[in-house]
């Protein structure tokens, strides 16, 4: 019993090592996506304000008729870059919710874990003191152990009960 524990111990204390490495791993991965998404809102932002310089160049007319059209047609270009960044943020942070999740989930199985090496642990503890109680070994008793009743003893409280037994079936009463 208790090698089967500690074989069962050791599988569980690995089995939590790799969790928690998988634990740690999805961690930085949300610091990452979350890096990232900021990074590309901080894209769009100076895209946006570039667009927004354009349409002012637009709205006061400071280019030729010719180069409106290059104009409108650049300020469409950055509008759609404008969105591409912000697309791109929000994916990336979909994926860190859903690392988020990831770590939940780990840390709930690290739990679970601890806990089945703690019952694994008490179980050793048990089967160990059980272990450590002497027993009789070939009808003799370990030494500093009270004797159980003796065999004279046994004898006599059986035929006393005996006796009371037989006297009821003749019909006395005691």
Do not use: F, W
């Amino acid at each position: 019993m208790s090698l089967k524990s500690e074989l069962k111990i050791m599988v569980l204390h690995e089995q939590g090592v790799r969790v928690d490495d998988q634990l740690e791993s999805a961690r930085s991965r949300i610091h990452v996506h979350n890096g990232a998404a900021q990074a590309l809102r901080n894209a769009a932002t100076s895209l946006k304000s570039l667009s927004t310089m354009v349409d002012h160049d637009l709205d006061a007319e400071k280019l030729p008729s010719d180069p409106m059209e290059v104009a409108k047609y650049m300020k469409m270009m950055i509008d759609r870059a404008v969105q591409g960044c912000l697309g791109a943020a929000q994916h990336q942070e979909n994926v860190a919710l859903a690392a988020n999740g990831e770590v939940s989930a780990y840390e709930r199985v690290v739990e679970l874990l601890k806990k089945d090496v703690d019952a694994e642990k008490a179980k050793l503890a048990a089967a160990t003191s059980a272990a450590a109680e002497p027993e009789a070994v070939n009808g003799q008793r370990p030494t500093g152990t009270r004797p159980s009743v003796s065999i004279a003893s046994r004898r006599k409280a059986e035929d006393t009960a005996e006796g009371k037994r037989g006297r009821k079936k003749n019909g006395a009463h005691a």
